[in-house]
């Protein structure tokens, strides 16, 4: 062994023995490595920022606002001069004969809109990615990707004027026909199905950017390979496509339950109207009603912790069982 070879040996062997006091092979201590990464990507911060400060403004400091739930918040006395009643609220929200009618509403739009729109980006992404035609592609990609560039006001209102009962495109047609006006708005069977295809409609196109992205990033020597053993395009999409996407598949599905317990609150206030409330009043309405109009904002905020703690148990529980079968997770 030569003597430039001993001294690189004990070299690694020194900086092995230092533990954590080496950082790129150089020896320094650990507030010199974070000083030298620090400047190193310094670049890569600053672009980072602003969306570190919208989650610690907009999402770590609201959290001190959690207290509201044990308080009987008066804006009179302040934050921490109202009264401290415990877990008051609570059984209030939990006994409330209105509870069960609100879980019921929001789980059944949000089970809805998890089976029905929630493949809808898959199918469309699978379905673009294999026009060969890069213009018709581009130009599919535009028509599907405005809806989402407009408003909720405006989606009800076009529902409005196709499917109002007295003077909806619709309708008028079912009564050239002899029929008679079908209340597509006022009936509450219609109206989880007309929010599910709102979504739908408004969405699904802009919901393929990520499935887009993730099929872009396929190893095409899969699909050659796929070729010459034989596979027409049906199976190199079920055994090459979709194995290759799952992944992102999985990690959005997860985050989908999440958000579970939000289903849109503008879309079912511009919506709703007295026949349907019995089947429109969800969990954010009634946080709008009873915290905003009436002002109880401790009672709001204990409906806010219970849709959190709901979304946290999926999220985790989710993300436990796509690591037992095998799959990456979210975290």
């Keep these: 062994m030569s003597r430039s070879q001993s001294e690189v040996i004990n070299r690694h062997i020194t900086l092995d023995k230092g533990g954590d006091k080496g950082s790129y092979g150089l020896g320094l201590p650990r507030g010199s490595r974070v000083k030298d990464r620090l400047i190193r990507d310094?670049?890569?911060?600053?672009?980072?920022?602003?969306?570190?400060?919208?989650?610690?403004?907009?999402?770590?400091?609201?959290?001190?606002?959690?207290?509201?739930?044990f308080k009987n918040y008066s804006p009179y006395l302040g934050f921490w001069d109202s009264e401290w009643v415990g877990f008051k609220y609570f059984h209030e929200f939990f006994t409330n004969p209105d509870f069960w009618i609100l879980f019921r509403n929001t789980m059944a739009i949000?089970?809805?809109?998890?089976?029905?729109?929630?493949?809808?980006?898959?199918?469309?992404?699978?379905?673009?990615?294999?026009?060969?035609?890069?213009?018709?592609?581009?130009?599919?990609?535009?028509?599907?990707?405005?809806?989402?560039?407009?408003?909720?006001?405006?989606?009800?209102?076009?529902?409005?004027?196709?499917?109002?009962?007295?003077?909806g495109i619709i309708n008028k047609i079912i009564v050239e026909f002899g029929g008679q006006p079908v209340g597509f708005l006022?009936?509450?069977?219609?109206?989880?199905?007309?929010?599910?295809?709102?979504?739908?409609?408004k969405e699904a196109g802009w919901g393929t950017i990520i499935f887009l992205a993730a099929l872009a990033g396929v190893n095409q020597d899969l699909y050659e390979a796929a070729q010459i053993d034989g596979a027409n395009r049906w199976k190199q999409m079920l055994n090459v496509t979709l194995p290759a996407i799952k992944s992102t598949i999985i990690v959005l599905l997860i985050l989908r339950l999440g958000q579970v317990m939000e289903v849109g609150f503008e879309q079912i206030y511009l919506m709703m109207s007295a026949p349907v409330a019995s089947v429109a009043d969800v969990f954010d309405t009634y946080v709008y009603r009873t915290g905003i109009q009436n002002g109880r904002f401790s009672y709001a905020t204990v409906v806010g912790i219970f849709k959190s703690v709901v979304g946290l148990v999926l999220v985790v529980t989710a993300n436990r069982l796509a690591k037992k079968f095998g799959e990456e997770g979210l975290y």
């Design 42 to 69: 310094r670049y890569l911060y600053v672009l980072a920022l602003p969306g570190l400060l919208f989650f610690l403004i907009f999402k770590y400091l609201p959290i001190w606002g959690l207290a509201l739930a």
């Design 186 to 201: 006022t009936e509450p069977n219609f109206f989880w199905a007309l929010l599910t295809a709102q979504s739908i409609w």
């Design 110 to 167: 949000s089970l809805l809109n998890i089976v029905f729109f929630f493949p809808i980006p898959i199918i469309l992404s699978l379905l673009i990615n294999e026009v060969r035609s890069h213009h018709f592609k581009k130009t599919i990609q535009t028509i599907i990707y405005l809806p989402h560039f407009l408003s909720w006001v405006i989606i009800a209102g076009i529902c409005f004027i196709v499917l109002g009962q007295s003077g």
